[in-house]
């Protein structure tokens, strides 16, 4: 079956609320607070939470790191990974004139599918669908991160022209555990 990516909408809360509720989370660091957090702000202004998504200026307020550090926001934005529904989702950020980031971003590009749509191809496809959006912004490559045990991850990342650049610690912040970093060149 083949997805596209939408940006979100009002109109496919109802799909994103019930993934939500049902124990999914678009964040692989922090998932049960940002799941939490979005489901907050959805009832508190569905519009507000929609128009948040979609930041490719940097207007919003900062990131919140695992550890509480606060940091600028980057140029950025999410979208769905639709197949009639929400079947999960992948984000990107950049910065502006560079295709370096910040030591406390861990990657260009980040995604997360609903558990119960796994296996589908899904997120090889968001992957492939988001790499075209990062050509058009004029990006030499995108990094890529994934844990040495998320070998879906990596598969997904490979599928993609994606090459292990690198094994290093991530930033305190986000725990100082090992990860691997790769690159796609664009």
């Known amino acids: 079956m083949s997805i596209r990516l939408v940006k979100p909408a009002v109109e496919h809360l109802p799909s994103y609320l019930d993934a939500l509720r049902r ?3 678009p964040d692989n660091v922090r998932p049960e607070v940002t799941a939490r957090e979005h489901l907050a702000a959805i009832d508190a202004d569905p519009v507000a939470f929609v128009e948040s998504q979609d930041d490719p200026e940097a207007k919003g307020p900062p990131i919140t790191l695992p550890d509480g550090t606060q940091v600028p ?10 197949d009639g529904e929400v079947a999960g989702s992948i984000g990107f950020r950049w910065q502006e004139g560079t295709s370096t980031l910040p030591s406390h971003v861990l990657g260009h590009i980040g995604y997360a599918v609903v558990p119960w749509k796994r296996g589908r191809g899904y997120a090889t496809q968001a992957l492939a669908l988001m790499l075209e959006e990062a050509r058009a912004r004029g990006l030499a490559y995108v990094e890529i991160t994934a844990q040495p045990d998320n070998l879906v991850s990596q598969k997904v990342i490979l599928a993609n022209g994606g090459v292990l650049v690198e094994r290093f610690m991530e930033d305190p912040a986000y725990g100082a555990v090992e990860s691997l970093r790769f690159r796609i060149d664009l």
Request: hydrophobic share 40%; aromatic share 30%.
């Open 23 to 25: 124990g999914w989370s």
């Open 73 to 82: 926001r980057l140029p950025g934005y999410r979208r769905f990974i639709w």
